[in-house]
């Protein structure tokens, strides 16, 4: 065999060779890319994403979509050759395992850790797009979940109305934990709640509960590495009572960064006109009770998803701004937004043609 025949022969077969190792060669990396684009103030799976009975809404035009990325699952392994085509591919983005699934947390943990955010998502949203419309919102601090074997288990429930800590009135649930940490391991803590099983009907409905009970727990150490603290063993969180139905109607999607657009589609249904003027907006970004937006994770996959989709303007959380404009998509522009009213400034100014001062993101 002629030795040009050989050589070229030896460098396929050793090609084929690392191909064929790197299949079966597992890495620590996880690939994120655009996930899908809904439409706030369309339709989805049949029927309309936002529902409002009880009040009066209006005809809406133009697009506010959501952006969401996709992720491979906790489960899943990439291998070197799924890797190496991930960094190459530009829509894409690879990224470490442990970037995506912290402390090793499954597939399970992170589905049921999304769907919670995304419902606390939608209901600060709604808080949001109230508040901006000056329509009462009553809100109440309540236990959301309780740790399974911590002091609190069989005392506190998911659903209980805080009213107070050792006497001190509850108004935020950031309240609960600096009055619990007053205390040092060991001794004991005083809760005045409603219990959630014995709120009735109407007093769910209206969120008045008044029939209060006293708990005294007693405080344990905390995990934390640094300095020890007391805890209970509960996370408090926050109910509202709206004085209208506000139904978001969008399944398989999980974490809290539909926020500021599902404000967006509530605020634009609850008023006049259309917030849009028929332009095809999209945005991402987190959203609090009081309005305002927070950064949120893979902003580069969501800003080709939504000019894939045909986006004219994306809203962009300020502290996403400087990421997403190392690459934005072409024909798209990135507005930098910081609260609810910065966005409906924002789309006042895209609605009327007046862009030129628009608060753009830059590199």
């Not at 902003?299 to 939504?306: L, N, P, Q, S």
Request: hydrophobic share 35%; proline share 6%.
């Amino acid at each position: 065999m002629p030795r040009r025949t050989a050589t070229m022969l030896a460098s396929t077969l050793m090609l084929i060779a690392l191909l064929c190792a790197g299949v079966f060669i597992p890495v620590p990396y996880s690939e994120m890319s655009p996930g899908p684009t809904v439409n706030t103030l369309g339709d989805h799976g049949g029927e309309p994403v936002l529902q409002v009975s009880g009040r009066k809404t209006y005809p809406t035009s133009g697009h506010l979509n959501m952006t969401t990325v996709r992720v491979t699952s906790a489960d899943y392994r990439m291998n070197l050759v799924e890797a190496v085509y991930g960094w190459l591919a530009h829509d894409n983005k690879v990224v470490p395992h442990e970037t995506l699934y912290p402390d090793g947390k499954t597939e399970e943990q992170s589905t049921q850790e999304n769907a919670e955010e995304f419902s606390q998502s939608q209901e600060s949203a709604k808080v949001a797009a109230l508040k901006e419309l000056d329509v009462p919102v009553k809100s109440w601090v309540i236990v959301s979940t309780v740790v399974k074997g911590s002091p609190a288990e069989g005392k506190l429930h998911a659903g209980d109305v805080i009213k107070a800590v050792d006497g001190t009135v509850v108004k935020e649930p950031t309240d609960v934990a600096k009055l619990v940490t007053k205390h040092k391991p060991g001794q004991d803590v005083r809760f005045t709640i409603v219990p959630a099983k014995e709120q009735t009907a109407a007093e769910k409905e209206k969120r008045t509960p008044t029939k209060t009970q006293d708990i005294t727990i007693t405080t344990t150490t905390s995990d934390d590495t640094g300095e020890k603290r007391a805890i209970v063993g509960i996370s408090a969180g926050t109910d509202h009572t709206f004085p209208f139905t506000i139904d978001i109607k969008l399944a398989d999607v999980g974490g809290p960064s539909a926020g500021l657009m599902f404000a967006l589609g509530i605020y634009d249904k609850l008023t006049p006109g259309s917030l849009t003027g028929g332009r095809f907006v999209a945005g991402t970004g987190t959203i609090d009770d009081e309005g305002k937006v927070g950064p949120i994770g893979g902003i580069e996959m969501k800003t080709v998803g939504a000019r894939a989709k045909g986006a004219q303007y994306f809203l962009t959380p300020a502290d996403n701004c400087e990421a997403a404009a190392q690459d934005t998509p072409e024909g798209l522009t990135l507005v930098k937004v910081k609260t609810i009213e910065d966005a409906l400034g924002a789309l006042k100014d895209i609605r009327g043609g007046d862009t030129a001062g628009l608060p753009k993101c830059g590199k």
